[in-house]
């Protein structure tokens, strides 16, 4: 069982930035894909990020260009660094985590608020 803490989460004015971070319970290495997910209210969980264990990302479309995921595996923590944030941008984001390439994720944390005033 793998159990993620996200932390990072806050207010910013649109345009601004704010760093995530996701710290793993154990070697993230062993750990096939990580990423991100958020979801706002009325609104259905949908994909930010996500990130292998070899380094091969991929985002959502809203957020190509103005997010990076990144992992440190020495720390066992991944990270979404989000830029140029928009009011559309908030929502509670979830780390989660899936020991194979494929298929749903397994493994979630609880979430953390992010809020983007305009």
């Known amino acids: 069982q793998v159990q993620l803490m996200e932390s990072g989460g806050g207010v910013v004015q649109a345009g601004g930035s704010l760093r995530l971070s996701c710290a793993a319970s154990?070697?993230?290495?062993?750990?096939?894909?990580m990423g991100w997910y958020r979801q706002a209210p009325g609104n259905q969980r949908e994909l930010v990020a996500t990130?292998?264990?070899?380094?091969?990302?991929a985002y959502g479309a809203s957020v190509k260009g103005r997010f990076n995921i990144s992992r440190e595996n020495a720390n066992n923590t991944v990270y979404l660094q989000m830029n140029s944030l928009k009011p559309e941008d908030t929502a509670v984001y979830y780390c989660?985590?899936?020991?194979?390439?494929?298929?749903?994720?397994?493994?979630w944390g609880k979430g953390t608020l992010v809020t983007v005033s305009s």
């Open positions: 989660a985590a899936d020991r194979s390439r494929w298929g749903s994720m397994n493994y």
């Open positions: 154990e070697n993230i290495f062993s750990i096939s894909r």
């Open positions: 990130i292998t264990n070899i380094g091969n990302t």
